[in-house]
């Protein structure tokens, strides 16, 4: 029988992926001050989905991805849904690969993440561009794909350390070390 | 370890399975059903989404102080630094101001008596309300912003939203603590303005780029690089006389202009309540 402390441990744990990447989505949506930041500021949301759908599937459901991008399009102005939409299409993508790239290393799960993410910013920017009746910025489209993709292996290596450490505290409480 | 699966789980997998693609199916659904809504204009679309709004604007008002207090720690040394040659343009920029002060009593002495005489019906005064502002998407797909008040502090849809250094944009949805303001930067924001030298009416059209142009000018237009441009006050949306911008360049017939404020850069704004 685990204490009840150890039991709300285990549920941090198990949240905090999804804690991670809603701070990642409130910093990506408040106010920088700085100007012209905005228009290449990196999709942060999308790193941890990758990283954790790709890791922990477990910890990165569906229901999540649907209330994020709700929260994303209702924050943003986008048409409610779409995040939702192409935010699940981006978590069902990458677990239709999991099983070939999850033992890869990294540059093959870098270049994944690419790939997915000029198919999302595609169709988000497609959909837009159909919704609102108008063209996207192409150029400050590409800046924030190339951005991201830049940033990327920091969030990489920074995950990495706290999914070790998940992993060994789940073991520790589990296992009553 | 080997975990060895029991009859009831080879049940029972198939059918937790089966609930989870349900799952996700519902979430499309509801997803889909979203943004047709959402496409159509339907109320209850976006009642959603003043609500989620009116929830995540104090979120993003506390997410956004670490950044506020390091532009303003910035802002501080910037001007720390600068103090001294600001003193000295300061110094000449009064100067020029007390003699724009006088000529400005004249002219409001001669306005004031010519009005009497035409017998000119006053315009009603514009009412100010300021806000805080939360969040500013000014990414490639959409420019607007979140500002932290609402109906609740009686700010209304269509009000001009404006800073210290001129018109940032409209408002567009209301929610009861907080306010979408579509940017004039964003593909869907059409303004009425005019040329402060010319006289000549036009719209200003944002592209989704930082210089929106200027759309419905008369062929025979005289506009030059470095007219500035400010709201006509047509549709009775916007006050006349609001700063805009200048234009930047005049090429093939389109004419770019850059925006006298600088959203990213604003950490308050005023919405204008004009009684047309």
Redo the contacts between chains.
Sequence with gaps: MIPTGRRLELFFLAILPGLITVVLA??F???????????F?PALPLMPVFYWGLTYSRDMP??FM?LL???M??????????S??LY?LFL?LLHMQRRFIHKEGFIIKWSYFAALLAIIDAL??WA?VF??A?????Q??F??WVFTICCYPILHKVFDMLSEYIQSRRWQILHGN | MVIKKTRAAYVLLPGKQWLNRA??AL??T??????M???SGNPA?ER??TD??DI?TP??AV??SP??S??DAGTWFKEISQLREENARLQYQNAQLLQWQTAAKEMEVENRSLRNLLKVVPSQKSTYITAR??????????H???INGGSESGIKKDEAVTNENGLIGRV?TVGAGSA?V?LLSD??SHVPVITEHTQEKSILAG????WPTLSYLPATSNVAVGERIVTSGDGGIFPPGIPVGVVTSVEAGAVKVQLFS?V????YVSVVDYAF
Excluded: C
Excluded at chain 1, 76 to 81: D, I, K, T, V
Excluded at chain 2, 133 to 139: E, F, M, R
């Design positions: 409130i910093f949506l408040s106010s920088k001050h700085m100007s012209g930041f905005g228009q500021m569906y229901w649907f991008g709700l929260m399009d209702a924050v943003m102005g986008a048409p409610l849904g779409l939702s939409l699940m069902k988000d920017g837009l919704f609102k108008g063209a996207i910025n192409i400050a489209a800046l924030q | 799952g996700v979430l499309v509801f997803s889909v059903s979203l943004l809504m959402s496409k679309a959603i989404r989620i709004t995540m979120v993003l997410a956004s950044m506020d390091l532009h502002l939360v969040s500013d998407v000014s990414g490639p797909y959409v607007s912003a979140l567009i979408r579509l593909i869907n592209n989704n780029t930082e600088d990213a850069k604003a950490k």
